[in-house]
């Protein structure tokens, strides 16, 4: 008979095998690309950024000046313009964000020593020096390629202000308006794509009611007066999350004045605001409530496109997601107000959701502007004095870089749960599209932290050509690119094994891959 210390210990390494078990029984997932029945085009935008004066996002993350000991471009630091050169900005949103509804763009003209201070109210009373204005935000966007989207000031501004606005920027006559920006060293009107009428003005942008919103909007919109061959799209202030009664009144009162209607949604872990999670030290309950939380973002974008498709049949109007993200508790020793945090596997994982959830949506989703670019949220880049690091979510936007502009394929997925506790969600996360080249792309995402994934991969119709793949993954769950260590998560090769018309892949577990063929 064993005694009863024995019998113990073999009970332990029983549980400890079943667990080491359960870790290695590869998940099968059958995923079937649909090419026979392409969908929309994903358009570029999609792939967008937002750059609020928030914290450090501008002022040390884009902006530090020329006189700067950190090696600059005009300015501009050059190691986080060439990062975001070659990550390839469609679309920049700037100034805010709940600052726009208090900016007045004639203080960011002219010489920068004579620019009012103001102060920051809406994030952290700190010196507003108005040093990064009108000229230095669309120099910058043309420095990057990127398109213009600007957002203007309806709460606390009027609709006076926001119409010179569009016109100091536009015009190529010589109207005192357009003859002051020649002043201020810019000839040439700059092309402007994109104009946001407020922001959140039922919070920070003004308080509103749906119905006043949508009157203002009408009012605002009506003044704002380009060149034929210059005219922004124009952006309405939208909802927030599943707020649908907004959208409903917006469209039902202004759909004729609007190109598209904005829409924000935050991935918040534990869904409260007062204690929202920590960026790095977090558990496997927080992981897997945090990507059940994103993948919320598809119902949502269902039920605001169903209220679009009462109004707006045609699909005229775009519904553009001009934030998202992951939004968790400041850093440790950081400013409370500045909304700096760290960038883990978690987050490279909510962003390949979206993405994915993005695509299956691009019929009306022409625009998605991730908050916030640098040093703010869930940011692309991180600096710290004269350093920078990439984080995991730039490396996600770079792997994803071959569906912007490629037709939406849908995808038929059979793939196993990953459970905890009372919540569970499909293990495999993927979306598809065609390319230009004919060539498909494949996003996935490995929710499971502990188990590998084998991808079986079919096309409705024939494929051909050598494939590849990419992959980015981890040691843990909470794993980040530091200051001290900027390699720890970058993207490596994957292996893709062609059996028969199909493709197999092994995805390890926390993982987020790109497959193309
Ligand atoms: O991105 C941070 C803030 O979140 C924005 O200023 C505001 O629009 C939203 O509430």
């Known amino acids: 008979m064993m005694k009863p210390i024995v019998r113990m210990l073999s009970m332990t390494s029983l549980l400890w095998l079943a667990v080491v078990a359960q870790a290695q029984t590869a998940l ?41 000991p950190i090696p600059n471009t005009r300015g501009y630091r050059t190691d986080v313009l060439e990062a975001l050169k070659k990550l390839g900005i469609p679309v920049l949103r700037w100034p805010g964000g709940c600052f726009a509804d208090e900016y007045h763009w004639r ?49 606390s501004g009027t609709p006076q202000e926001m119409a010179e606005w569009v016109e100091y920027i536009t015009s190529q006559t010589n109207s005192a308006l357009a003859q002051l920006r020649r002043k201020n060293g810019r000839d040439k009107p700059w092309p402007l794509p994109f104009f946001g009428v407020g922001n959140e003005t039922w919070g ?8 006043h919103s949508a009157d203002l909007h009408k009012q605002f ?4 007066k380009a060149p034929q061959d210059n005219k922004p799209l124009i952006v309405a202030s939208g909802a927030n999350a599943s ?57 949502v974008l269902a039920n605001h496109t169903k ?36 960038n883990s596997l978690r987050d490279a994982l909510v962003a390949a959701i979206n993405l994915n959830v993005f695509h299956k949506h691009a019929e009306r989703v022409r625009m998605t502007n991730i908050a916030q670019m640098v040093n703010v949220l869930q940011a692309m880049i991180l600096t710290q004095g004269d350093q920078m690091v990439l984080t995991p979510t730039y490396h996600v936007f770079e792997m994803y870089k071959p569906f912007r502009g490629a037709t939406s394929l849908p995808t038929e997925m059979t793939s196993p749960r990953y459970e905890l506790g009372d919540i569970d969600v499909p293990a495999v996360h993927a979306s598809a599209a065609r390319d230009t080249n004919g060539r498909v792309h494949v996003g996935l995402a490995n929710l499971d932290p502990h188990r590998t994934a084998t991808l079986t991969i079919a096309r409705a119709s ?56």
Not at 37 to 55: C, K
Not at 204 to 211: T, V
Request: glycine share 10%.
């Open 28 to 68: 099968q997932v059958e995923l079937t690309i649909r090419d026979d029945t392409p969908q929309a085009r994903i358009d570029p935008n999609v792939y967008g950024q937002f750059a609020e004066h928030l914290g450090r996002g501008i002022y040390e993350g884009i902006w530090v000046g020329p006189a700067s």
């Open 107 to 155: 203080d960011g003209i002219g010489p920068r020593e004579q620019r009012p201070v103001h102060v920051n109210t809406n994030w952290g009373g700190v010196e507003e020096s108005n040093a990064f204005g009108t000229h230095e935000f669309l120099d910058f966007a043309e420095l990057l390629g990127a398109k213009a989207y600007v957002s203007g000031n309806v709460g």
């Open 204 to 211: 920070c942008g003004g308080s509103m009611r749906p119905e």
């Open 221 to 224: 919109a009506t003044f704002i």
């Open 243 to 299: 707020n649908t009664a907004w959208t409903e009144v917006l469209l039902r009162e202004a759909v004729k004045h609007m190109d598209a209607i904005t829409l924000h949604y935050y991935t918040i872990p534990t869904g409260r605001w007062d204690k929202k999670g920590s960026a790095t030290q977090f558990d496997e309950s927080e992981w897997i409530i945090t990507l059940s939380r994103t993948l919320r973002m598809d119902e």
């Open 307 to 342: 209220i679009m498709d009462k109004y707006d049949p045609d699909k005229r109007v775009g519904l553009f997601v001009d934030e998202w993200g992951t939004w968790y508790d400041t850093e440790p020793g950081t400013k409370p107000d500045f909304l700096y945090q760290q």
């Open 462 to 517: 024939r494929s051909s050509g050598a494939p590849t793949g990419r992959v980015l993954t981890a040691p843990t769950m909470q794993s980040f690119n530091s200051f001290e260590r900027p390699q720890t998560l970058v993207p490596a090769p994957l292996e893709v094994h062609r059996q028969g018309g199909r493709l197999i892949v092994t995805l390890p577990p926390k993982s987020v891959a790109v497959v193309s063929q």
